[in-house]
């Protein structure tokens, strides 16, 4: 099967990475079904939620050990918002619910600034990145993720202090901010994954 599969989990935002998948005119299908996920070409998970939420939706499905295998295996997988957030170990959202431990780390809470960060900020990749254009992009978080090996870390951005905007770990790219939201500067970043 040679489809992009964005991962359907009972949250995240479907819809506009849908559209920006047929404005690209890439095919792609919303499937939460284990064997769809496990043949696909590339997976998308996308943000918007709650991370146990997230993870116990995960659970619910049997997708959790799906997830892992196909990262496991180098299926490029592209994480977006909670999609990051959820590929590390835990989170002070819900401190008792792990995360599914593909990177080692943390995910925290901002304690400065107005909480949730609303709105565009500029994202400057880092010497590891490989699909991001240096340029705004758009946010809603109140939490950041905080790699154990900051030699993954892709792109930073300042919010009362620079975070983690976004990773690279073999196949696994993950960004904090929502490029499907991002105009030029996301269809650029969603053209130069979909094309690695």
Known sequence: MNKTIVVDYDAGNLRSVANMLTFLDVPFEISSDKNMILKAEKIIFPGQGHFGQAMNN????????????????????????????????????????????????????????????????????????????EDYFYYVNSYYVVPE????????????????????SGSVTAVQFHPEKSSNAGLTFFKNWINQ
Do not use: H
């Open 149 to 168: 090996d900051e030699s993954i870390i892709s792109a930073y951005t300042d919010y009362n202090g620079k975070f983690c905007a976004a990773v690279q």
């Open 58 to 133: 995960l659970e619910k499905k049997g997708l959790v050990p799906v997830i892992r295998e196909c990262c496991d295996k180098g299926i490029p997988f592209l994480g977006i918002c909670i999609g990051l957030q959820i590929l590390f170990e835990k989170s002070e959202e819900a401190p008792n619910i792990k995360g599914l431990g593909i990177l080692k780390g943390e995910v925290k809470k901002f304690t400065q600034g107005k909480i949730p960060q609303i709105g565009w900020n500029k994202v400057i990749p880092t010497s590891v990145n490989k699909y991001l254009p």
